[in-house]
């Protein structure tokens, strides 16, 4: 029930051409096998007792599945939590796109215990960015062996997706360091034995501070400050543990700062800096967790994918006779519809997010001060859509899957159903959809002048125009491109209408051009696909199982372009015509 090697093989090498050389690939080739066994042996095993057993609290400590514990140190053991960081801070100085891929397999097979991982990894790279020496020399490396985990607190009771209206306060002491005072909700992983301290990176103000996001500040602050070889509380207290719906293994937590005893933190970075650094950061971290949804609709996908060739139901449309055996459900035509666009969905969605992995690497890494430039501009734009499109496709993946399975999916004896609750998630947590929906369309259309959509528009018309002459490619080739110029008018369209100071109903459907944005960036990937799908197929050498892979890419990017794409017309045909019923209606008419 996971990601096929073969897969992350063709995404990372035919596609992205991630190794350069048969050697850098060997080494690749190694680091994801170990991942691939890590997760087979210490993180699906343990994804269903996970999710029975809920984080509790006894004796003022959370307790979690000794399990989680042990996984953990062989993550860390096995170097997945510093794959990517810079040898300087103690990592392996690998491809970020690597990491991911490897991240996938652990999302795959257990999230609950792999967003211990995740966490950590994000709050260490905001400190490798924006962390003093003191800060990065203290606690990177730490991070990165596995003895210190991070949390990010932004959320407060009052204040979710409006983080303008945080009230932590920090202030200042004699020493440099600031007092903090104040509660945060839903913090991950905000209390737990794992390691030896939490690192909280904690999103408040100053006394001093401008209201709204301006006057937001990013302070770190340790569970125990580490004072002369000696661990001492430091004012972060447990208020209680939410109950999830799923991702249950990692616990959520409602955190008081500086109610009992002083709590003390460090300013990082300057002042006032503190929403814009988490921003920075946030697009790594959105990424990852994009990745995660793909990954448990592939989890899901998978499994589904196997029940369907095991279990035997009814006969064929053409064979109506209750005498001959009955037939496979895969062979049922319905149910290959539904294999079939979950295979589109999460491979898709797979890739997107591989490709803005690799995006990262060159936007930190490329000789080139042009395609670095690049990088991060089509990255920034991608964001809001490779958080946003697998959370609701992967979701619907394991709709899907759970609909293959019949009756036995909506029980609890299949991890389908836990698969789908942990699914859930993806559309909440990081900013939620609609949030997500107003960033493309109210902001990152039109920044820098449009270029970020021009850029995104440009680098989708060269995949048009090299696929053109492909025969079989031909005609999905020129739907992406009329498709990619209906974008460009209703974004127009939109932009106009806020000039105009129309800018609510300009706005209405913007979670419905985000869905539309997202269909068309994936039918953009799978056109690409399918491009070196075909051109490998064209090699007479090739084994049965690598031609039937290869023919698996190219049909599922023609049913994606037939049932997927032509939804993308429709969506930004709403959004032009500024449909506002739901504007119109009086509150009290709902
Ligand atoms: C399991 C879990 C883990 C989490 N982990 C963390 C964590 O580690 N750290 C952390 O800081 N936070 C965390 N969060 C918080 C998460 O980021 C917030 O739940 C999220 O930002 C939404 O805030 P909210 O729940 O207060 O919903 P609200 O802000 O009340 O939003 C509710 C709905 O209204 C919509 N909405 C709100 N405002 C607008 C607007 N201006 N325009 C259009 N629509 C709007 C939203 O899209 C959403 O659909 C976690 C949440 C969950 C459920």
Redesign the pocket.
């Known amino acids: 029930m996971s990601i096929p090697p073969r897969e992350l093989q063709f995404d990372l090498f035919d596609v992205l051409k991630l190794a350069e050389s048969p050697a850098t690939r060997e080494t690749f080739q190694a680091v994801l096998d170990a991942a691939a066994r890590l997760a087979e042996e210490q993180f699906a095993p343990h994804a269903a007792l996970a999710d029975r057993q809920e984080p509790y609290v006894q004796q003022g400590r959370v307790v979690l599945p000794v399990e989680l514990s042990n996984a953990m140190r062989s993550l860390a053991d096995g170097g997945f939590l510093a794959t990517s960081f810079a040898e300087e801070h103690g990592g392996l100085g690998l491809p970020f796109a690597l990491s991911q891929a490897c991240g996938s397999l652990f999302a795959a097979a257990n999230v609950g215990f792999h967003s211990y991982a995740m966490?950590t990894q994000g709050a260490a790279n905001l400190l490798v960015h924006f962390g003093s020496e003191a800060q990065r020399h203290r606690w990177i490396a730490r991070m990165l062996d596995g003895r210190v985990y991070g949390?990010?607190?932004?959320?407060e009771p009052q204040a979710?997706?409006?983080l303008a209206d945080i009230t932590t306060m920090a202030s200042p002491r004699s020493d440099g360091r600031y007092s903090l005072r104040g509660r945060?909700m839903?913090?991950?992983?905000g209390e737990h034995e794992l390691g030896e301290n939490i690192v909280h990176l904690v999103l408040a103000r100053t006394p001093d501070a401008p209201p709204g996001v301006k006057g937001i500040s990013l302070f770190l602050v340790p569970r125990y400050r580490e004072e002369e070889g000696a661990r001492i509380p430091n004012g972060v207290s447990l208020i209680g543990l939410?109950h999830?719906m799923g991702?249950r293994a990692h616990v959520?937590t409602a955190l008081a700062f500086g109610d009992t005893d002083e709590c003390i933190g460090e300013l990082v970075g300057t002042l006032h800096q503190g929403l814009a650094y988490m921003f920075m950061m946030m697009n790594e971290a959105r990424v990852s967790v994009g990745l995660s949804a793909a990954a448990i609709g592939f989890a899901g996908y998978s499994y589904a994918l196997q029940y369907a060739r095991e279990r035997r139901q009814g006969r064929s449309l053409v064979n109506r006779d209750p005498r001959s055996a009955q037939i496979a459900l895969i062979e049922h035509p319905d149910v290959r519809r539904m294999l079939l666009s979950q295979k589109a969905w999460v491979e898709g969605a797979l890739d997107l997010l591989l490709y803005c992995a690799n995006l990262v690497d060159v936007s930190r890494s490329s000789s080139v001060a042009t395609a670095r430039d690049e990088a991060a501009m089509l990255l920034d734009f991608l964001t809001p859509i490779a958080k946003s499109w697998p959370a609701e496709f992967g979701l619907e993946a394991n709709k899907l899957a759970i609909q293959v399975a019949g009756g036995a999916g909506y029980t609890r004896d299949l991890p389908l159903e836990r698969l789908y609750r942990d699914n859930r998630?993806n559309h909440?947590?990081?900013?939620?959809?609609?949030?997500h929906g107003?960033d493309l369309l109210g902001r990152k259309v039109a920044l820098h002048g449009g270029a970020a959509f021009d850029l995104w528009c440009r680098t989708i018309t060269r995949t048009i125009d090299s696929s053109m002459g492909t025969a079989e490619l031909h005609e999905s080739a020129r739907l992406l491109g009329e498709l990619i110029g209906l974008a460009r008018a209703s974004t127009r369209l939109v932009m106009e209408r806020q000039r105009a100071g129309d800018v609510e109903r300009a706005l209405s459907n913007a979670t419905i051009y985000l869905d539309a944005i997202g269909t068309i960036t994936v039918g953009w990937r799978w056109l690409d696909r399918a491009g070196i799908a075909i051109t490998r197929l064209c090699d007479d050498s090739l084994s049965q199982d690598e031609r039937a892979f290869l023919q698996g890419k190219v049909l599922a990017a023609q049913h994606f372009f037939a049932q997927d794409l032509p939804r993308a017309r429709a969506q930004l045909g709403i959004v032009a015509s500024f449909d506002d019923a739901a504007l119109r209606l009086p509150e009290s008419g709902f």
Not at 151 to 155: A, H, K, V, Y
Not at 186 to 189: A, L, P, R, T, V
Request: net charge positive; glycine share 14%; aromatic share 10%.
């Open positions: 966490l949390t990010m607190c932004l959320s979710g997706s409006s945060k839903w913090i991950s992983g939410n999830k991702w959520n998630l909440i947590h990081e900013g939620a959809w609609g949030i107003l």
